[in-house]
């Protein structure tokens, strides 16, 4: 899936997980049916997207993002937002676990005027987590 541009009120269609929703996204499975064949994507449901952004939220000094392979599609429609933050916590992984992921790499570019990564933990399935903090904080 292309990038979406930063737009509230577009329509997706969201794939939902049979492990209670938790590998659930708005990206097709990919790799995600080869690491955990256990796991189907066989409901969907019409979903609005909506901005982080769009929101007007802020004060937080930790955002935690587990989008399941959307993380930038979050971090381009909420850099207002996040770079209000201390701290960010986001799931990762190398790349291809759902059609049009981002790996970690790019991640960390897109983050790099605003965040350092001080931790990245990967499992041996290659997805896991990273800690950011502030450049404002560093």
Request: net charge negative; hydrophobic share 45%; proline share 5%.
């Amino acid at each position: 899936m292309p990038l979406l541009e930063a737009k509230t009120n577009l329509k997706l269609t969201f794939f939902v997980s049979s492990n209670n929703g938790a590998s659930s996204s708005f990206l097709v499975p990919k790799r995600h049916l080869t690491e955990r064949p256990d796991i189907n994507f066989n409901e969907r449901m019409q979903l609005q997207m909506v901005t982080l952004d769009s929101l007007k939220l802020g004060g937080f000094d930790l955002v935690t993002i587990d989008v399941q392979g959307a993380e930038q599609h979050v971090i381009i429609g909420g850099l207002e937002t996040l770079t209000q933050a201390k701290a960010l916590f986001l799931e990762c992984n190398i790349g291809a676990m759902y059609d049009g992921d981002v790996p970690i790499e790019k991640l960390i570019n897109l983050l790099e005027p605003w965040f350092t990564p001080l931790h990245l933990v990967m499992t041996p399935n290659k997805w896991g987590d990273v800690f950011f903090v502030s450049k404002k904080y560093l």
